[in-house]
C-alpha cells in the first residue's frame, strides 16, 4: 500500500501494473485531494472522460446502475470516481462495482472509502477489488509520519525546508497536516525564496498582521491582561485556525516542561535554540520558568492536549472558547505574580 503524501504518475503506474482501479483510504483532505487532482489532471491532458460519482448507503441497485448509464458509456476512455458509503456497503453494490471494473479494463476507477472498517478490508470482496488496484492511504499522518510528511509536501510546493524549520511547522500544527500545508501554500506565494530555514519561517509567521499569535504570547505570558483580549479578539476575528495558536502554546509549553523537569538547571542559549526557541521568545521561557510552578506547567500541557483534540474533532468542545480560557488563565498567573 502506497503512503507518499505527493504521489505522482498514479494512473501511467496503474497501468504499467495492469490494473484499473486506485483505492484511497481514508479521508484527509491534502493527500486525498493530491490523489484526485494529479488523476483529473491525467484524464483532461489525455481526453478521458471524468465521472464523479457519490455512492449513498440509502442508493438501491436500480438507482446505481442509472449513475453509470448514459448516452457515452464505455465508448470511449472514461474514468469514474467513486466514493464509497461509510458503514455497510450492500452485497448488491458490491457485486456491481466488481463487475464494473472488471469488465471495462480499459477504464478507470477510484474508490473512496472515507471511514473503511476492519470488516471492510478483511473482507473477500474487498481482496478481490486489490487484486485489480493500486492502494493509498489518507490518514493523519501519525507522530512518525508527520515530518516526512511535511518534508514531502514542501518540496511538492518547490521549498526546502531545512530540519529545524519542519520540526517547528510540525509542533504548530500540532501534527495535523492540513494546517501544515496552508502554511507551506502560503510560503509558497510569498518571495522568500525555495530554501526555508527557522528563522524566514518565523519572520512568516509573525509577519502581514495587526496581531500575530506570537503577539498573543507575548502578552500572555507577560500579565498584560487586557492586551491578551484584544489580540484573542482580533485573531478570532481574522479567522486564525485555533489549532495554529495551540500549536504556538504548545510549542514553547513542550520547551518549558523539558527545562522545568531536566537535572540540568542551566538554562543556555545553545540549550534554547536546541529546542528550537529564538528571539524574544527566550525570554519568554526564562520568566515562565522562575514564574510557573511544575504543577502549573503540567496543567498547561494538559489543557493544550485537551484543545488540540477538540480542534481535530475528536472531542466535543469549542477549541476558541477553551483557547481564550487557558490564555487568561496564563495571563492572569503572570500578572499575578508581577504585581
Avoid at 42 to 62: G, P
Avoid at 108 to 133: A, D, R, V
Avoid at 312 to 327: D, H, M, Q, T, Y
Wanted: hydrophobic share 40%.
Amino acid at each position: 500500500m502506497e503512503s507518499n503524501f505527493a504521489p505522482k504518475t498514479i494512473i501511467e503506474k496503474t497501468k504499467e501494473l495492469n490494473k484499473n482501479c486506485v483505492v484511497i483510504l481514508g479521508n484527509e483532505p491534502v493527500v486525498s485531494n493530491h490523489i484526485k487532482k494529479e488523476i483529473r489532471a491525467f484524464t483532461d491532458s489525455n481526453n478521458i472522460e471524468y465521472q464523479a460519482i457519490n455512492l449513498d448507503a440509502a442508493y438501491k441497485i436500480n438507482e446505481i446502475k442509472l449513475l453509470f448509464e448514459n448516452e457515452s458509456l464505455f465508448s470511449t476512455e472514461k474514468l469514474f470516481s467513486i466514493s464509497m458509503p461509510a458503514g455497510r456497503v450492500l452485497v448488491e453494490t458490491k457485486n456491481f462495482i466488481s463487475d464494473v471494473i472488471l469488465n471495462n479494463p480499459t477504464d478507470f476507477f477510484i474508490l473512496n472509502f472515507q471511514k473503511p472498517t476492519k470488516e471492510l478490508l478483511k473482507s473477500s470482496w474487498f481482496q478481490e477489488i486489490s487484486k485489480q488496484s493500486v492502494q493509498f492511504e489518507a490518514n493523519e499522518p501519525n507522530l512518525n509520519q508527520i515530518q516526512q510528511a511535511i518534508k514531502i509536501r514542501s518540496s511538492f510546493h518547490n521549498l526546502e525546508l531545512d530540519n529545524e524549520s519542519i520540526s517547528l511547522l510540525s509542533n504548530l500544527s500540532l501534527g495535523n497536516l492540513l494546517s501544515a500545508e496552508n502554511e507551506i501554500i502560503k510560503l509558497s506565494l510569498v518571495e522568500l525564496g525555495s530554501d526555508i530555514d527557522i528563522r524566514k519561517l518565523i519572520a512568516h509567521i509573525s509577519n502581514g498582521s495587526k496581531f500575530d499569535s506570537f503577539k498573543l504570547l507575548d502578552c500572555c505570558m507577560s500579565g498584560q491582561i487586557k492586551q491578551t483580549a484584544q489580540v484573542l479578539a482580533y485573531l478570532e476575528e481574522e479567522g486564525i485556525e485555533p489549532l495554529m495558536i495551540n500549536g504556538l502554546f504548545s510549542w514553547i509549553f513542550t520547551a518549558i516542561s523539558k527545562l522545568k523537569f531536566s537535572p540540568d538547571n542551566s538554562i543556555t542559549n545553545s540549550r534554547l535554540i536546541e529546542l528550537r526557541i529564538f528571539g524574544t521568545s527566550q525570554n519568554l521561557v526564562r520568566t515562565s520558568l522562575k514564574k510557573l510552578s511544575s504543577n502549573q506547567v503540567e496543567a498547561s500541557l494538559i489543557k493544550i492536549k485537551e484543545i488540540d483534540l477538540m480542534c481535530k474533532g475528536i472531542s466535543v468542545g469549542n477549541p476558541w472558547l477553551e483557547i481564550n480560557r487557558f490564555a487568561f488563565g496564563i495571563s492572569r498567573i503572570f500578572y499575578k505574580k508581577t504585581a
